[in-house]
């Protein structure tokens, strides 16, 4: 079994994956493109991956469920201080955010897989129920900032996340 730190829940082996934050398909060159080059490629490193029940990697690609900073509750568009405070933080925190489109309304609205809770108990997992979601990490490591839904810049452009 496999801890999947989207859910809080462990999934069977063969149902987990390490999915990629930033996509692989436009590959290595794009992400320089927009991150700038980096001493170490990082498309296929640790930092741009989380490990997860595979049917999250797929919901995530159609862009049903997106992984951002969790610096606020809700919406709520953090200031520029909340957010230098997270980056510059040793640990930092993300949660889920479900897109609720016209287009997706059933899909987030059915049961996504089944997982075990800490108990081992059979638990359902609906896309609807991890908005707002705390991601649950068993350890410090983390995804590196640049690669969460909600990237910031300093107003030269430099990258705060290092």
Known sequence: MIWCPVTSMWVEDQDATAGHLFPY?????YMDLIWGEQEHPELFSP????????????CMESGDI???PNIKP???APTYEEML???????REYRVKVRFLEANKRRISQTCFIGRDDQGRLKEVLLADLNGKNLDFRNENRP???FSSDDQRDSDGSDFSG
Do not use: K, M, T
Not at 25 to 29: R, T, Y
Not at 85 to 91: A, I
């Open 47 to 58: 930092r741009n991956c989380i490990v997860w029940h595979r049917q999250l990697e797929s």
């Open 74 to 76: 809700g919406d709520e």
């Open 85 to 91: 405070l997270w980056l510059r933080s040793d640990c």
């Open 66 to 68: 997106i992984i951002i």
């Open 25 to 29: 398909a436009p590959g290595q060159a």
């Open 144 to 146: 590196r900032a640049r």
